[in-house]
């Protein structure tokens, strides 16, 4: 098993920039992919980015790209989400996720781990 662990939420004015951690524990050897999800009051997850077991290929989804990045440190179960210009609409739970030996997976089904959410609130 591997338990994931967020940080980095909490609440930031329009414009602002956060930086969110997922490190892991357990079960930890192998290649993972490593994502991040969100989820706002009242909608469904949604996808926000996803980097491969290397760290060469990312995804971002359309909303974030060039706003938010994601990175990770080479074969260590970790990723970090920096996120800038930051939007009320980016308000969520955001979500780390490990997909074992996955590339860079962007669907949620692909991943096998999440860890329990960290708030982000960015008022206006």
């Known amino acids: 098993q591997v338990q994931l662990v967020e940080s980095g939420g909490g609440l930031v004015q329009a414009g602002g920039s956060l930086r969110l951690s997922c490190v892991a524990s357990?079960?930890?050897?192998?290649?993972?992919?490593m994502g991040w999800f969100r989820q706002a009051p009242g909608k469904e997850r949604e996808f926000v980015a996803a980097v491969n077991w290397s760290g060469r290929n990312t995804a971002h989804a359309d909303n974030v790209r060039g706003r938010f990045t994601i990175s990770r440190e080479v074969a260590k179960v970790a990723a970090e989400l920096q996120m800038n210009s930051l939007k009320p609409e980016d308000t969520a739970v955001y979500y780390c996720a490990a997909a074992k030996n996955i590339v860079t997976a962007t669907k949620e089904e692909e991943y096998d781990y999440w860890g329990q959410g960290t708030q982000v609130t960015v008022s206006s």
């Open positions: 357990g079960r930890t050897f192998g290649n993972y992919g």
